[in-house]
């Protein structure tokens, strides 16, 4: 999957899109980024409404997978003064997002690592708390992700997800924003969360649908127009696929793909461990 994301001088791109848009590494703000570093549907919104739900604060340490540029983990910092550790399987994004914080100062709560989440290299119980946004889609062995994030958290900790799934059979099309082909995708319904999740001893607060969400993120995406027009945007990471990954998505949306969040707490992972 890491192909799937590479973009090979990412961070010379991004430089020269800050200046086209009139900005500088040092005058740029994470409310300019956010045009490329929120690489989700919603963008900001979504990151906002994800994050506001989970209690964080100064004292918390709060893991990120699946970081990408980091504009979760920087909008979770600054908003909480909580500290945050980000991984991410795309080498890239882990070093464009490295450069951004150091743009956006301080940097020093925000700490970015090339890695993969089935192999998270931190020790147990490291952290206070999760997130994972539009992850789990290119990650087919969801069992052995939601036992490993529950491996580095505390026990009474809180996971926040945002992921795509699925609530209907049919065929999909392709290229999707997450995947090339059909080998690529490993796009699960909300049970097989559900069920993944408990088995690692999650315990699942609430869940809801995103759909309206993403939809009318789309519809203010085609307001405005295409993305190609601003310096700072997603055709930066997505290049000339994007048009075509965007369309499919919002077909999916119409069909048989949809959006949710849900929060989880860690249940006596010590117990869990035990019984494995």
Sequence with gaps: MADHYARGGLITAIQAAIFRSGKTPQTVTADDLAAIDEFH???????RELIERIPLTPTDHLLDVGCGLAGTAQFA?????????????????????????????????????????????????????ACMLHVGMNVQDKA????????????????????????????????????????????????????????????????????????????????????AAAPLGLHLLMGERRQDQVSNMISGLARDVRMRDVLCGCDDLEGLMQSL
């Design 144 to 227: 052995k992700l939601f036992l490993e994030i529950s491996r580095v958290l505390l026990p009474g900790s809180m996971l926040g997800l945002y992921d795509v799934m699925r609530e209907a059979d049919g065929e999909l099309a392709y290229p999707l924003p997450w995947a090339t082909k059909p080998d690529d995708n490993a796009i699960a319904s909300p049970a097989e969360y559900r069920k993944a999740l408990r088995a690692a001893g999650f315990e699942i607060m609430c869940e809801r649908s995103r759909k309206t969400l993403a939809l009318e993120h789309f519809a203010r995406q085609r307001a405005i127009g295409s993305s």
């Design 41 to 47: 549907i919603g963008g900001r919104l979504a990151t």
């Design 77 to 129: 910092a600054a908003k909480t003064g909580c500290r945050v550790s980000g991984i991410d399987l795309t080498r890239d994004y882990v070093e464009a997002g490295t450069m951004l914080c150091k743009w956006l100062g301080p940097d020093d709560r925000v700490s970015l690592h090339h890695a993969s989440a089935l192999a998270i290299p931190f020790q147990d119980g490291t952290f206070s708390a």
